[in-house]
């Protein structure tokens, strides 16, 4: 199972999923541009000495993160789907891909995917914090493939 995040801009972001990645043995995908310099101190700093311990593949734009991992699937988290993570049937190869903070993902990045999910929210809320919808999708692509905790 892999994590992938599309442009992210918040350095704190990133090194929380990296550090969430390490954790619960998910590799981490960053495609870039980023919002920030790689070697941002924020990053470390958010990941800690995790940051050792999970692995980390940068992609200079979405083809060449498409084409270093197909054929898995390409399961799309954003707030305009109508089905639900837990209504969805998660595969151990999976890749849990989140789009930029600001803007999610582009119309085309989003036709690429296998899937498009979403997490239910109260509808008085917009989205949550990309680290923490990371953690709870990955949580249940695990669960439901029996690899948590392994």
Not at 71 to 90: G, N, V
Not at 102 to 126: E, K, L
């Amino acid at each position: 199972m892999r994590v992938a995040l599309y442009e992210p801009e918040i350095a704190g972001n990133v090194g929380a999923v990296l550090r969430l990645g390490a954790c619960l043995g998910a590799a981490v995908d960053l495609i870039e541009p980023m919002g920030f310099q790689w070697d941002d101190r924020r990053v470390r700093r958010t990941a800690m000495d995790y940051i050792d311990h999970v692995t980390i593949a940068r992609h200079p734009d979405f083809a060449a993160f498409t084409a270093k991992v197909s054929p898995h699937r390409l399961i799309l988290f954003t707030t305009k789907s109508q089905q639900t993570l837990y209504d969805f049937s998660f595969r151990p190869d999976d890749v849990l891909l989140f789009g930029k903070e600001s803007a999610g993902v582009p119309g085309a990045v989003a036709d690429a995917c296998h899937a498009c999910i979403r997490i239910p929210m109260r509808p008085q809320v917009r989205s949550m914090n990309l680290a923490t919808a990371a953690a709870l999708a990955l949580g249940e692509a695990l669960r439901q493939t029996q690899q948590a905790g392994s």
